[in-house]
């Protein structure tokens, strides 16, 4: 009977101190993990700091309105870089839009051998390096025509955009209810007035998600450019010639030993950082609200 | 039934399908439009689909045939060799190969720990409030592009690297016999190129574990809570082997992004064209900055090398992706089908 307190008594005394040890072991280990998330945090406040600090200082008017400088000397702007862009972006809306959306609709109508092979597919293109893209833009159109184009860029980046915008359409059209499809084929109404009319109008602000998301991802794409559009020293808004971009700018100018250079550099990454962000921004208030409500 | 409910979606329905409604005045016309006008909705959207696979398979099919004539020139030595000269027409991707598994092999090494954390932190114990600002940071972080990472890298980065890292690395005698660190530290290297990979691709890993730790049910923290573990020991002995597999596929992601990335670590590596050496200061190119920096002004078997880089790149970064999706794809179903059992 004694020893059998005494034997309690023992484990009792110990007890504690293992709880203890195994509470600030508990305690230890996920103050490691706040001191990963600081890093992580830590890192990306230095990076957009640092950005905004400089870049915004950099920002001037003559940085929209004016076209390159000659080497080494003050005073250019990112004029022809900005409005290629924009050209580009609007080509590879152009071919990645459509595409995807109606890819990712054909994803919810048809169920088969087919649909999954192209699903599959769609992930595997979402994996290709975007190097690798440019190059094959660069075997199936720079190789035939002879020339650089921003035709080549925009069918480039307009291929990267293709998945983002397949698999956000066909994830958005799954989450519509079903009973607004079988209440509009209930009242006669065919496969694709149903689509157009009921089902696409309820997914809408979804799909606009899925393009922003695909825009801000292609907006600052410069490897598969850097063998398609190449870039330009002169004011170009032809499709079939070399155009510039302002991610070949800040390529170019980053690594250039001028300081005029630099700047630019700068600010052509503050340009296209606010530009991605508010596109995120935008994305984040439309995605919230979608269904939910509606539940 | 969900046309009695009042939805504001409701509404182009009823005004949109009204004629349709009433049978009298559908003619036969109409209908036969109405179905060939399916028939033509159907073919559409198969056209999407089928491109989709045209631009894949054409993709693989161009990049085989563009590579042939540099592979046929020189065979499996293009692997094994280290002779890149574009001036004697020579070329061997092995330093090349070897750089970009070495670069994201360190990226890894800095990322996975620093990103399990924080997708712990975000999961298990971070409060309410503050987890979706920071998850929106994270997910800011993906979506800089690589080009300002490497501008960033060149002006900030690499500057406090030769200063506080690589200077005083390489002033100690012993450390500088190792073959990490015996050679002069330059700035452009290996160490910047995996150091800016590693700030790449923590955004994706820490994504998906996060996910994955998310979709654990809750239920299963809460019966290790009752067995007496403490906070950290429900989260290593039950919830992570619950997500060992899927926080294995997010890191496996994460490699599929560094092996093609391209930009800043053009911008960081050097560019060196010289054999694969293990320092850590080595001026270095991996597959992805030799053809963003040669393909623009190549010419003859040069390019087709070039393209061959390209094809090997595909395969590698294609296998790496599709082991990821199925790790992760199984992952959220056994989590489900644990989640039913409970």
Redesign the interface.
Do not use: H
């Given at each position: 009977m004694s020893i059998d307190v005494k034997a309690n008594g023992n484990s009792l005394s110990r007890r504690p101190a293992q709880i203890r040890n195994?509470?600030r072991?508990?305690?230890f280990?996920?103050e490691?993990?706040?001191?990963?998330?600081m890093?992580?945090?830590g890192?990306?406040l230095?990076?957009?700091g640092?950005?905004l600090f400089?870049g915004l200082g950099s920002l001037s008017i003559g940085v929209f309105t004016h076209g390159p400088a000659p080497e080494g000397s003050p005073g250019g702007g990112l004029r022809n870089g900005i409005i290629g862009t924009l050209i580009m972006i609007g080509l590879a809306s152009a071919i990645g839009i459509?595409?995807g959306i109606?890819?990712g609709?054909?994803?919810i109508?048809?169920h088969g051998k087919?649909?999954w092979?192209?699903r599959f597919?769609?992930?595997?293109?979402?994996?290709?390096?975007?190097?690798?893209?440019?190059?094959?833009i660069?075997?199936?159109v720079v190789?035939p025509t002879h020339r650089?184009s921003a035709l080549a860029g925009g069918l480039a980046l307009g291929?990267l955009m293709?998945p983002t915008i397949?698999r956000t359409t066909e994830e958005i059209l799954r989450l519509v209810?079903n009973?607004?499809r079988?209440?509009?084929l209930g009242?006669?109404?065919?496969?694709?007035?149903t689509?157009f009319?009921?089902i696409l109008?309820?997914a809408k602000g979804g799909i606009i998600t899925g393009v922003m998301l695909a825009i801000?991802r292609i907006?600052?794409?410069?490897?598969p450019l850097?063998?398609t559009a190449?870039g330009n020293t002169h004011f170009s808004t032809k499709l079939s010639k070399s155009i510039d971009a302002l991610?070949l700018n800040?390529?170019n100018y980053?690594?250039s030993p001028y300081p005029s250079d630099?700047r630019l550099?700068?600010a052509g990454?503050i340009i296209?950082?606010s530009l991605?962000?508010i596109l995120?921004l935008l994305t984040?208030f439309t995605t919230g609200k979608q269904f939910v409500d509606?539940k | 039934m969900s046309l009695t409910t009042p939805s504001p979606s409701n509404q182009p329905l009823t005004n949109n399908l009204s004629p349709v409604g009433s049978p009298k005045k559908v003619s036969l016309t109409d209908r036969t439009l109405s179905q060939s006008l399916d028939k033509a909705y159907v073919a559409l959207l198969f056209v999407a689909s089928l491109t989709i696979l045209v631009i894949v398979f054409g993709l693989f099919l161009q990049l085989v045939i563009s590579a042939a004539p540099s592979f046929k020139a020189f065979g499996f030595g293009f692997f094994v060799k280290d002779d890149w000269d574009p001036g004697r027409d020579i070329y061997a991707a092995r330093p090349f190969i070897l750089s970009t598994l070495y670069s994201s092999l360190i990226a890894l090494l800095i990322s996975v720990p620093i990103s399990i954390g924080t997708a712990i932190f975000l999961s298990e114990i971070c409060p309410k409030w503050l987890r979706t600002p920071l998850s929106f940071l994270v997910e800011l972080l993906a979506a800089v592009p690589s080009v300002v990472y490497g501008l960033w890298a060149i002006f900030v980065m690499i500057p406090l690297l030769v200063t506080y890292v690589e200077t005083p690395i390489s002033n100690v005698h012993w450390l500088t016999k190792l073959p990490l660190f015996d050679m002069p530290p330059n700035g452009t290297d290996m160490l910047a190129a995996g150091l800016v990979l590693a700030i790449m691709v923590t955004p994706y890993i820490t994504a998906v574990s996060r996910d994955i730790l998310r979709a654990i049910p809750r239920s299963v923290r809460e019966g290790s809570y009752a067995l007496g573990s403490t906070k950290w020991e429900a989260i290593n002995l039950v919830v992570l082997p619950f997500a060992r597999a899927g926080i294995t596929g997010g890191v496996i992601l994460g490699l599929g992004r560094a092996l093609g990335e391209t930009m800043a670590v053009t911008m960081v590596c050097g560019n060196g064209m010289g054999v694969f050496r293990l320092s850590l200061f080595n001026q270095c190119s991996t597959m992805a900055s030799v053809i963003a920096n040669d393909l623009g002004d190549a010419s003859g078997v040069h390019i087709s090398a070039l393209i061959e880089i390209g094809f090997v790149l595909f395969i590698v970064t294609m296998l790496v992706n599709t082991a990821a999706r199925l790790l992760i794809f199984f992952t959220a179903k056994d989590i489900q089908g644990g989640g039913k059992k409970l």
């Open positions: 195994r509470q072991w508990s305690t280990v996920l490691l993990t706040v001191v990963a998330t890093i992580v945090v890192t990306l230095f990076i957009l640092y950005l400089k459509p595409i109606l890819g609709i054909y994803q109508e048809a087919f649909a092979t192209v597919f769609t992930d595997v293109l979402n994996g290709i390096p975007s190097v690798v893209i440019g190059v094959f660069f075997i199936v190789g650089f291929i293709v397949m209810p009973p607004l079988e209440a509009s009242l006669g109404a065919s496969r694709w007035r689509m009319s009921v109008p309820a801000a907006a600052g794409e410069t490897a850097l063998y190449f991610p800040i390529y980053a690594t630099n550099a700068l990454a296209l950082i991605i962000f995120s984040r509606e | -």
